[in-house]
């Protein structure tokens, strides 16, 4: 049984997300903790809600880099407020100094070999970072548990962003449970490769011409054998569900814990974490 204090949900990719009732949806948009995690934004319209919080840890990728810049875009679109955790070393690579002729070359040079490199995509020369705020997060494996106590310490990053999510949610929100929605892990295909809002908006085409889909050897073998890529093992090493108990030790010790809200995630299918819905 979850706890009575409050609750941060974070919010992947996965199809459960789909399933949301209108119910759900409306005490998701009202609720004042939720963290979404990497392209979510470009396709909230699909699952209908907005979230508080937008999270990025990657930052070497040309992928990394549409995914922020797309997002950074929305963010100035919609009236709610969002605030955007973002690598800092991507928002390094990003930003341009207006006030130096230097910074404006660079910057005009990176974009132009970043638009061959990365089927035409044009970055914009000057970014709007106002709502963003700067993390770190660094990969490790799972004998060397760093768990980050503040956001100047580097979060814990261990097969995919979703560790180091709730490693930022523990810290956002120091005294909640954290409820995992969209976390599936049984299938490879994200909410928004499933079902396209109709009549969907432009900005979709345009995300399908920039080819935003990974290929690494991972990624096909997550295709091929049909489960999350963060759930694969890789390099021989377990998928990110081998972190969460080490996560929901560490958590437990607080006197909290992690939860999923979808019922079919292999998480709690496999006994990871146990389901709690998101209405009481």
């Known amino acids: 049984m979850i706890s009575t204090h ?103 040079r990176y974009r132009r070999r970043f ?12 970014l709007d970072f106002s709502q963003t705020r700067p993390i770190r997060a660094e990969r490790r494996e799972l004998d060397d548990f760093q768990w980050a106590e503040t956001l100047e310490q580097p979060l814990w990053h261990y097969h995919g962003s979703l560790t180091a999510a709730i490693n930022l949610a523990a810290i956002l929100y120091p005294h909640a449970d954290i409820v995992l929605l969209g976390v599936d892990m049984m299938g490879y295909q994200a909410f928004y490769e499933l079902e396209a809002r109709q009549p969907a908006p432009p900005r979709y085409a345009a995300y399908a011409r920039h080819a935003l889909v990974k290929n690494t050897e991972h990624h096909v073998r997550s295709r091929t054998e049909n489960v999350h890529v963060t759930a694969v093992r890789e390099d021989g090493k377990p998928g990110v569900q081998a972190a969460i108990p080490l996560i929901r030790a560490r958590l437990q010790a607080e006197g909290r814990d992690l939860y999923s809200g979808t019922r079919a995630s292999l998480l709690v299918t496999e006994g990871y974490c146990d389901y709690v819905p998101i209405l009481p």
């Open 115 to 126: 638009a061959r490199a990365e089927n035409g995509y044009q970055i914009p020369l000057l």
């Open 6 to 108: 409050e609750q941060v949900y974070i919010l992947g990719s996965g199809p459960s997300l789909l399933d949301l009732s209108a119910v759900e949806r409306e005490h998701l948009n009202a609720h004042p903790a939720t963290i979404a995690i990497n392209k979510y934004l470009m396709y909230w319209e699909v699952v209908g809600v907005i979230p508080r919080a937008m999270f990025a840890a990657d930052y070497g990728s040309g992928i990394a880099k549409v995914v922020a810049v797309e997002t950074l875009k929305l963010m100035r679109q919609l009236e709610q407020p969002i605030t955007y955790y973002l690598n800092q070393r991507l928002i390094d690579q990003l930003r341009i100094n207006p006030l130096s002729p230097r910074s404006w070359v660079r910057g005009w």
